[in-house]
Structure formats: structure tokens, C-alpha cells
């Protein structure tokens, strides 16, 4: 393991590609970077989808977790079919969400037009596009759905029992009790998704490609093809390096803010 990431750090000063031995250029690679307005389009793409997808992510999973554990008939039933979207391979789920989103043909534009509205061209209108693909990604929270049910039913039964005599009402034991218990779970998908959304690169990859205009192209992307494409494989090393620090600022973020509102149960 140690000996990849040693190698791709030594790649990313060296002037390598997949047809010559790498020469050492020392911090060329990342200066050129700094002056490379695709890199910067990317990071900025980069940073617009995990602000639209993170929070709409850990949201809607938290809020269909709480549904589900509120015990009803055909649960187990409920349950099973939110889970089943993170089973269908990606490309199934792109090539779905594409027939969605289809400007004239699809779903949800003929929904709008019996509303007589008009539809945006979801994945082709720059401005949409990026939307788009953070809608498409709330499709495969079933994984984070499932952990924080088992978060929920972890909660002691006497907390909500003592909250009920105190006269808490529902939002009151949801924002004293539930969140409070739960949030060593949102905490660990927070940093799960975290990683997710800024690595991201099959379902943008094959729904758009990086488009319309590169409003959608990731660093990710970039990586991809200046390694494979461009055969930059220096260059390609240097953007995962950034790649990776930044996921480890934002995750640092995320470990000293949850001195402030993530508690731990003692016993």
C-alpha cells in the first residue's frame, strides 16, 4: 500500500507519461496547475457539486431513516425498496436518470408540461446541470439510509419514555433526543460522504461527460484525463495530491467542529 502512494507522490514532480521514463522537474507539475484555468473550473465544479449533493444527501437518507423506523405495516416492504436503488448497477441508474432528464421525452418534463410548465433542458442548460446530477446522487442513499436506522434503533427507548413525562412534544425528542444520540452516526456519514462527493466520477462520467461547457467537469474528471487521455501521468498525479489534501482539510474541518455538537454516550 505504501509503495502506490509513495510512487504517485515521486510521479507528481516528474515530467511522466506512459511513453518515456519520468524525469524530475521538482514542483513544475503543480505550478503549471496554479495556472491552468481547466484545473480551476474543475475544483470550482468540484466544490458547487458537494455543497448541492452533501447536505441534500445526509438530509433526505436521515429523513427517510426516521420514516422508516416508525413502525408500520409492510415495513420490512418499505425498507427493502429504498434500499434497492443502491443495488442497480451504475450504469443502469445512469442511463435511467438520463431518459429522466431528457429535455423532450422525459419524465419529468412531461410532468411539468400537463402543468403547463416548460422544462429546462436538465442535463444540456449549463445552469441545470450541475442541479441535476446532485438530484440524481440522493437516488443511492440507501447504504446511508440503512446506517442511520441502525443508529436510530440504537437510541434507548427510556430517553424518549422520560422526554414524553417531561412534556416534550415530537420535534422537541427529535431535536433533544434523536439528533443528540445520533450524532456519532451522522458524524461517520458526514465523513463517508465527504470522500464520496469529492472523488466522484462514474455517474457524472457517463451522464454528461463533463458538459455542457465543462460545467460539470470535476477534478476527478481531470485526473482521468490527463492520465489516460493526455497521457500526463505527473500531472495526473499532481491533482490527486490536491485531490487528497483537500479531503483531508475537510475532514479535519469536520473532526474539530464535532467537539461542538457530536456526543458521545458515557457510561
Known amino acids: 500500500m505504501l509503495l502506490p502512494i509513495a510512487l504517485s507522490f515521486y510521479y507528481s514532480v516528474c515530467d511522466f507519461s506512459l511513453l518515456r521514463a519520468p524525469v524530475y522537474v521538482g514542483a513544475d507539475n503543480y505550478r503549471d496547475l496554479w495556472h491552468d484555468q481547466v484545473f480551476w473550473k474543475a475544483l470550482r465544479n468540484t466544490f458547487y457539486y458537494a455543497a448541492l449533493a452533501l447536505p441534500a444527501g445526509l ?32 450504469v443502469a441508474s445512469a442511463m435511467l436518470w438520463l431518459w429522466l432528464f431528457n429535455a423532450r421525452l422525459g419524465l419529468l418534463n412531461t410532468l411539468l408540461a400537463r402543468l403547463h410548465i416548460t422544462g429546462p433542458g436538465w442535463l444540456t442548460d449549463p445552469t441545470w446541470a450541475m442541479p441535476s446530477l446532485a438530484m440524481m446522487s440522493v437516488w443511492g442513499v440507501g447504504y446511508t439510509v440503512v446506517i ?23 420535534w422537541q425528542q427529535m431535536w433533544h433526543v ?13 465523513i463517508m460522504s465527504i470522500i464520496g462527493v469529492v472523488g ?18 470535476f477534478i476527478s474528471m481531470y485526473i482521468r484525463d490527463s492520465a489516460f487521455s493526455y497521457l500526463k501521468m505527473g500531472t495526473a498525479s499532481a491533482m490527486a495530491w490536491i485531490m487528497l489534501m483537500i479531503v483531508l482539510a475537510l475532514t479535519g474541518v469536520a473532526f474539530w467542529s464535532s467537539r461542538h455538537w457530536v456526543h458521545y454516550e458515557r457510561k
Open 59 to 90: 438530509c433526505v437518507s436521515l429523513g427517510l431513516a426516521m420514516l422508516l423506523n416508525v413502525r408500520m405495516p409492510g415495513q420490512a416492504i418499505f425498507r427493502t425498496i429504498i434500499f434497492l436503488p443502491s443495488l442497480v448497477p451504475i
Open 200 to 217: 466522484v466520477l462514474d455517474t457524472p462520467y457517463i451522464m454528461t461527460q463533463g458538459g455542457p461547457v465543462r460545467a460539470t467537469y
Open 148 to 170: 442511520y436506522l441502525a443508529g436510530l434503533q440504537d437510541v434507548p427507548r427510556e430517553l424518549y419514555e422520560a422526554a414524553d413525562l417531561d412534556g416534550a412534544g415530537t
Open 178 to 190: 434523536t439528533l443528540p444520540m445520533l450524532s456519532p452516526v451522522i458524524f461517520f456519514n458526514l
